[in-house]
């Protein structure tokens, strides 16, 4: 088929990849524009860029479709069979939306209706869903209301976000491949209208520990911003990032030390760091760090 395809993060190469093996033919790839990035704030491509370079395809960046009727008038004169959308992080508008013969199709990393919106997989993992997977739906003007062609479920388990955020991309990856393959024989079917939630975009601020929660909300909070932003406290004035933390049946004060072993109590039970990185340090476990930087028991963090 000749695609283009639209996507900007690591999420969205797998797919990328995948339609490139199976034997389409991309015409044009849309990512967001390179940014400012890091210490030295070099200018950077987005990892669907770099992918996109090295196979020698046509990259558009445009910082805007919406209103754009050059950008949107380039995108039709493509004469696409499909669009291919994963996390592209712009909005089509409508006449992008019915440009190609058969559709735009997002690869949505959640079970529709369920986390519709910008941060799925953050959100299952903050909110204990035990299940949470892959949905291939045909785009309109809603968000993320189209009618689904296909998913595939996966066990949410212990896993990070960016763990879960690597399986589903390859999930999604070989379901959109298999959706192409079917098209326009597979019927999409309309969205239940029972079990509708949002995944809202994540604030900064979530990412501070609240060890007033229960301990296990505290531990799902450690694997949701792992490894970015990164779950937080602070301890004497800096600042620490947990990236791995254990449950342990223990009970005290809420956002106190209860040993010299970094345990901490939370409103119920207690949790302990088991990955953690201090400002401008690398990451390391939480013996490490204490071997180098004593914090006794009774300590706040805050």
């Known amino acids: 088929m000749r695609l283009a395809f639209m996507g900007s993060p690591d999420f969205a190469v797998p797919a990328l990849h995948a339609l490139r093996l199976a034997g389409h033919d991309i015409v ?5 524009q390179p940014r400012p ?3 030295g704030q070099a200018v950077r491509r987005c990892p669907v860029h770099v992918a996109a370079d090295a196979m020698g395809i046509a990259v558009r960046t445009p910082s805007r479709l919406r ?3 050059a950008a949107q008038a380039a995108f039709a004169a493509l004469d696409l069979d499909a669009a291919v959308v994963a996390a592209y992080g712009l909005i089509l508008p409508q006449a992008m939306l019915d440009a190609p013969r058969r559709g735009c199709l997002n690869i949505h990393a959640s079970l529709l209706p369920r986390w519709r919106g910008a941060a799925p997989i953050q959100r299952a993992i903050l909110a204990g869903d035990a299940v949470t997977g892959v949905t291939i739906m045909r785009m309109e003007a809603g968000l993320d209301t189209g009618p689904m062609l296909a998913a595939a479920p996966t066990p949410t388990g212990d896993k990070t976000a960016g763990e879960l955020t690597a399986e589903l991309a390859e999930i999604g990856a070989r379901l959109m491949v298999e959706v192409l393959a ?3 024989a597979r019927h999409a079917q309309p969205q239940p209208e029972l079990g509708v939630t949002y995944a809202r975009k994540i604030d900064k601020a979530e990412s501070r520990i609240d060890f007033s929660g229960p301990a296990e909300q505290v531990e799902r909070q450690v694997r949701a ?3 970015a932003p990164g779950a937080w406290f602070e ?3 800096e600042r620490y990032r947990v990236l791995k933390a254990e449950l342990i049946d223990r009970q005290g004060a809420a956002g106190t030390t209860l040993d010299d072993r970094l345990t901490v109590g939370c409103g119920q039970g207690a949790i302990r760091p088991a990955l953690i ?3 401008g340090r690398p990451v390391m476990s939480v013996d490490d760090l204490l071997r180098g930087r004593v914090v006794p028991a009774g300590s706040h963090l805050g």
């Open 225 to 227: 911003f792992a490894p």
């Open 67 to 69: 209103g754009d009727a």
């Open 37 to 39: 990035a890091g210490r």
């Open 277 to 279: 990185q201090r400002a």
């Open 28 to 32: 044009a790839v849309y990512c967001q």
């Open 235 to 237: 301890l004497d004035g």
């Open 182 to 184: 079917d098209l326009p």
